[in-house]
């Protein structure tokens, strides 16, 4: 759970990229901190209220190989509705290798349509 929350959650979170942790304690800290705070109310009010809703919708901004791991992560937490990823890529700096974004974008689309044909 740590890799996927250092790869996706907290190298794309606004207030949380600037805390990434390098240990335990920083975790800790972090989910101990508002943002966590809010971050973990939001995912237990999402479960509690899953009967009011028809899908989960996200947008994933992260490293192709954690994407699987991320959608499972949310089914064991209990989320039991329909994921539906409007949004998918990966944040890239200014200058970036087009090829390899590329590469991943479809890395990324074949892993979800073999979810959707699954």
């Known amino acids: 759970m740590l890799y996927l ?3 996706n959650f907290f190298s794309q979170s606004e207030s949380l990229v600037s805390k990434t942790p390098q240990n335990f304690s ?3 800290n972090i989910f101990n901190s508002s943002d966590g705070q809010r971050t973990i ?3 237990r009010m999402l479960k509690k ?3 009011s ?4 919708q996200i947008h994933f901004y992260g490293d192709w190989d954690t994407l699987q791991k991320t959608l499972m992560w ?3 937490q209990g989320i039991n509705k329909p994921i539906e ?3 998918i890529a990966k944040h890239y700096p200014k200058n970036f290798d087009e090829n390899i974004y590329a590469e991943e974008t479809a890395k990324l689309l074949i892993i979800l349509l ?3 044909l699954n």
């Open 5 to 7: 929350l250092l790869k």
């Open 85 to 87: 990823i409007w949004e």
């Open 26 to 28: 920083d975790l800790e």
């Open 41 to 43: 109310n939001w995912l």
């Open 49 to 51: 209220q899953q009967s």
């Open 74 to 76: 949310l089914k064991n």
């Open 114 to 116: 073999a979810r959707v």
């Open 53 to 56: 809703i028809y899908a989960i």
